[in-house]
């Protein structure tokens, strides 16, 4: 009887450290299966990240609703527009390996030397460059970043351009228009597809501004109203006025001569 | 597979400054906090600062009406979204050593403000986050969905400091780079697992509820009206002690603190903080114009070495990666002391805090 219950007990002893180790590899697989997907919303996000503002993508994973932050916000902003000169001519040269090569250099070179200097890249648009000062955060010293972004994107490109010479490839240069004004901020789009964008007559506005770069023969232009709030120790120098599309007054612009402020002011 | 919990992707530089041991002052922290923080040494040589972040933690005696429950949750949060890894890691530690498990730390992560938590909670997360990253505007849209949940305006103000004082925390040694390593692995030591139980034991009996304190007389510096606003409460009187000594702490000038004060007053767009900054340094003797110049370009040939690397470098901790903010304190290394530096850190950190904080404390609701 004794031996009876010995055997039983044991053998109930075996069959709970088999459940008991069961149980484990249960948990352990669960927990593995949970680890991985924590990585992978981990590399989502910094994945996404490369598609909106981190600080957009941390607030929805976060759990901020999609509508809280479509709700648009009106803001003066800084627009930088940036755009390849001769690009139609260098792309029809170049194998179309060679050119999706050269001109992620170029967007990551100009992307630095915005974020460098306080600025968030909002958009690539075919070759050009969307940039704004002001969006994210309040920034009241936007102007002076926006054209010392420019300056730092004017260096950039002539590093690149020496390096892509020296590998027989043809140079580039850059055009750039800035312009400041209100506008909307905020997530917007479609049901489907979003972008934080800031929208208005200021970004129209320095797109044109960077086309009159090719008319004045220049590489770096800003508005009037940039000009006003910009440190005086810029060197700018006036440019014609010129009637640009959409709008009705000639657009007043000035050339950035000097690369970094000095004590001198010119305008 | 490694867990990716925690803030240990962050890119995180060598520290700025080196440990400077301090038998007083750490003993001090023992007493206070039951341990010494591996951060202390790092701000030794500016003891203001050093016992700053000792004796804001509102853990100890500072609040009467909030939770510790939500103060930890706060606190987590805030650190995520400042990208502080030390404070990060430190809450994280702090909850492991009081009996959290290392499973359920990461449940909190994945959930956090997610539909689980209570409402009255998932609002003051809300507003924990928006006080930290948004304009005045956006901070009053959060405060009164704080009303809307049922806080009084005492346990919002207890919630807004709890938040100033982990955005000073996270600045102060994200910064310099506090070393995060030691707290970051804690939960993953033998020898601290084991010694969980009496960690948990000391750190849980230094903590208090604070009491009714009056507050005597009213300082007359800037920041003062947030000394005031507190007025019947334990911080008011951690501030104002606080201030007491970073006012009277000689390793930068009067006038160059003032000036990084003014910057990030400017730049957070904090009209309370900039009227009495701007009469401050009209008191110093600072020209008007000169005031002007140096908000609107950071910049002025009125400004010594000094001051001018100080006011670029306050503008940098309004918004900050942190790598490269880490990187700009490093190279102010070159031409400050270590003890400026320190305490430029803990300036800027305290005035960035005090900034956020004065626009819900300091206006009407």
Redesign the interface.
């Known amino acids: 009887m004794m031996s009876l219950i010995v055997a039983g007990s044991l053998a109930g002893l075996v069959v709970l450290a088999v459940l008991l180790y069961g149980e484990r590899r249960r948990t352990a697989s669960l927990?593995?299966q949970?680890?991985?997907a924590?990585?992978d919303?981990?590399h989502m996000q910094?994945a996404c990240s490369k598609l909106a503002p981190a600080?957009i993508v941390?607030?929805l994973v976060?759990?901020?609703s999609v509508a809280s932050l479509t709700v648009p916000e009106r803001k003066v902003v800084t627009v930088l527009f940036a755009d390849l000169i001769g690009y139609t001519a260098i792309s029809e040269q170049l194998e179309a390996g060679v050119l999706a090569t050269m001109l992620n250099g170029y967007f990551q070179h100009m992307s630095d030397a915005i974020h460098d200097n306080g600025g968030h890249v909002a958009k690539f648009l075919g070759d050009g460059i969307l940039a704004h000062f002001g969006a994210?955060?309040?920034?009241?010293?936007q102007c002076?970043d926006a054209v010392r972004a420019a300056l730092a994107m004017r260096t950039a490109m002539a590093e690149y351009s020496a390096e892509l010479t020296r590998n027989g490839l043809p140079a580039l240069g850059v055009g750039i228009g800035i312009h400041r004004g209100p506008g909307l901020v905020g997530l917007v789009g479609s049901r489907d597809r979003m972008d934080y964008d800031f929208v208005g007559r200021t970004v129209n506005l320095a797109a044109r501004v960077e086309a009159l770069t090719r008319v004045h023969h220049v590489d770096i232009l800003v508005t009037e109203t940039v000009r006003e709030?910009l440190?005086k120790?810029f060197v700018l120098e006036a440019m014609p006025p010129q009637i640009v599309k959409g709008i009705a007054e000639p657009v007043v612009t000035y050339a950035v001569r000097q690369p970094q402020?000095s004590?001198a002011s010119a305008v | 597979m490694s867990v990716p919990t925690g803030l240990t992707h962050v890119p995180w530089e060598s520290c700025a400054v080196e440990p400077v041991h301090d038998a007083e002052l750490e003993s001090y922290a023992r007493r206070k906090q039951g341990i010494c923080l591996p951060a202390i040494p790092y701000f030794a040589p500016v003891p203001w600062l050093a016992r700053a972040v000792i004796d804001l933690r509102p853990e100890y005696g500072l609040l009467l009406q909030v939770e510790q429950q939500l103060v930890e949750l706060v606190t987590l949060i805030v650190s995520q979204e400042n990208s502080c890894r030390y404070c990060y890691a430190g809450v994280r530690a702090l909850l492991w050593a009081q009996g959290v498990s290392k499973e359920h730390l990461e449940r909190i992560e994945q959930q956090l403000s997610r539909a689980n938590l209570p409402a009255k909670t998932v609002a003051a997360i809300a507003f924990g986050r928006s006080q930290s990253r948004s304009g005045p505007a956006a901070v009053r849209v959060a405060c009164d969905a704080l009303r809307t949940e049922g806080f009084d305006e005492g346990e919002i103000k207890e919630i807004a400091y709890v938040v100033a004082e982990t955005d000073f925390s996270n600045r102060a040694h994200t910064f310099l780079a506090i070393p995060a390593r030691f707290l970051e692995e804690m939960p993953n030591r033998w020898y601290q697992r084991l010694s969980r139980p009496l960690v948990r034991r000391v750190l849980l009996g230094r903590q208090y509820r604070g009491r009714a304190t009056p507050l005597d007389g009213v300082p007359s510096y800037p920041y003062a009206g947030i000394v005031e606003a507190y007025a019947g409460s334990p911080i008011a009187q951690a501030l104002r002690h606080t201030l007491d000594q970073m006012w009277a702490s000689p390793h930068l000038t009067q006038r160059c603190k003032l000036l990084m004060l003014a910057v990030i007053a400017h730049g957070l767009e904090s009209e309370v903080c900039a009227i009495e900054l701007d009469h401050a340094l009209e008191r110093e003797g600072l020209d008007r114009i000169v005031l002007i110049e140096v908000l609107a370009h950071l910049d002025s040939a009125e400004l010594d070495d000094c001051e001018r690397l100080l006011v670029s470098f306050a503008r940098e901790t309004i918004w900050y990666q942190p790598a490269a903010v880490q990187r700009s304190a490093r190279a102010l290394r070159r031409t400050l002391s270590g003890p400026q530096l320190v305490e430029a850190v803990g300036v800027a950190a305290l005035a960035n805090g005090l900034c956020r904080l004065a626009t819900i404390v300091m206006s009407k609701p």
């Open positions: 927990r593995s949970l680890d991985a924590a990585e919303l981990q910094l600080g941390q607030r976060a759990g901020d994210l955060h309040s920034n009241p010293w002076d709030a440190d120790r402020p004590t």
